[in-house]
Structure formats: C-alpha cells, structure tokens
C-alpha cells in the first residue's frame, strides 16, 4: 500500500525557512502523476499550496507564498518538498503531502488519493 509520511514541520521566527519533505513508500512513481502540499489553518479549510507533476516537473502555487516557497520533486527518492522562505505568521497551518499516481485527469480535478498524516508549521 501507498503510505506517504511528512517531516520537517516546527516552529519558526517570522522571517525564517523551513523545508518540508514526503517520502512516498509502496509505489513507484511513473511518468503521469502528482504530488502536491496542502495545508489547513486554524478556522480555514483546507487549502492546496504546491503542486508539482511528476513526469515533467511542471509546478503551481497558490499566489499566497509565490516567490516564497518552491516545491521540487526526486524520482529516483520518490519525494516531494517544500522550501519555504521568508515565512509569515499566516502561514501557520498543519501541511500535508498528497499524491496522485498514474493519473493526469485526478491531477487536474485535485482528486488526490494518497495523503500523509501531516507535519505542523508554527510561525511566530
């Protein structure tokens, strides 16, 4: 089975940087797919941050930390993460990592199947 596990989370100094990273057991990721980060804050929804397609390593972000964080994908670790600089207070939020696998049409309509547990990120 496809199991996804997130690190990296903490607490941070408004100003500082953390990176987040998933390692994705119980598969092998092919040329179709997706991996992405959400994150959901205290009173809000859940929220998609970052995402990346596997296969060609074309990225999104919401307009909320463009410029600030940068997700990246290896193949060959079959990991995702997440560098996040110049963090903000409002980007305090529990993160998770989602993946879709194979499939380019879930990507699209953000149906990701598999997600980790999630890693807090506190900034203060």
């Known amino acids: 089975q496809v199991q996804l596990v997130e690190s990296g989370g903490g607490s941070v100094q408004a100003g500082g940087s953390l990176t987040l990273s998933c390692a994705c057991s119980?598969?092998?990721?092919?040329?179709?797919?997706?991996m992405a980060w959400f994150r959901r804050a205290p009173g809000k929804e859940r929220e998609a941050v970052a995402r990346?397609?596997?296969?060609?390593?074309?990225?999104w972000y919401t307009d909320s930390v463009k410029g600030r964080f940068t997700i990246s994908h290896d193949n060959a670790k079959n990991t995702v993460n997440l560098q996040m600089n110049s963090l903000k207070p409002e980007d305090t939020a529990m993160y998770y990592c989602a993946a879709v696998i194979g499939n380019l049409f879930y990507c699209l309509r953000g149906e990701y199947k598999y997600w980790g547990q999630g890693t807090q990120v506190t900034v203060s």
């Open positions: 119980g598969a092998t990721y092919v040329n179709t797919g997706c």
């Open positions: 990346i397609f596997v296969g060609g390593g074309s990225t």
